[in-house]
């Protein structure tokens, strides 16, 4: 996948290093109210267009996104207040499976936002 975007990103950059190669001449762009004139290369105006096209849409999709962004931010709070509430609930039964078994009880551990259980080896087999 590496190679692929690699291989792409240099058949771009060719083509648009032929682009400007190919566009140098001279262009005069004027903002009509206003009374600026520019005169700088073609490949620079139609290049620039474009970056700044992407960078337009880029903020867009930025602020299209935030409802996902905040309903992100909702699920990891709501997902911190529960492994507060399961430490809480935990420590809670502690007790009280010592006093009826007479014996420390098993640490089950706190489990990770990757799935695995705090405290164990990584080894299979193993906790």
């Given at each position: 996948m590496r190679f692929v975007r690699?291989?792409?990103?240099?058949?771009?950059?060719v083509l648009l290093v032929i682009f400007a190669i190919s566009n140098r001449q001279s262009v005069e762009?004027?903002?009509?109210?206003?009374?600026?004139?520019?005169?700088?290369?073609l490949?620079?105006?139609?290049?620039g267009g474009v970056v700044?096209?992407?960078?337009?849409?880029?903020?867009?999709?930025?602020l299209?996104?935030?409802h996902w962004r905040q309903e992100v931010r909702?699920?990891?709070?709501?997902?911190?207040?529960?492994?507060?509430?399961?430490?809480?609930?935990q420590a809670q039964l502690r007790p009280s499976e010592e006093l009826a078994s007479g014996k420390p009880a098993a640490d089950f551990g706190r489990v990770?936002?990757?799935g695995a259980a705090a405290g164990t080896t990584g080894?299979?087999?193993t906790i």
């Open positions: 690699w291989l792409i990103a240099v058949v771009v950059t762009v004027t903002f009509w109210p206003l009374p600026v004139a520019i005169t700088t290369r490949f620079v105006v139609v290049l700044l096209a992407f960078l337009v849409g880029q903020f867009v999709a930025w299209g996104a935030r909702q699920k990891r709070r709501r997902i911190e207040a529960l492994e507060r509430e399961l430490a809480a609930t990770d936002h990757q080894t299979p087999g």
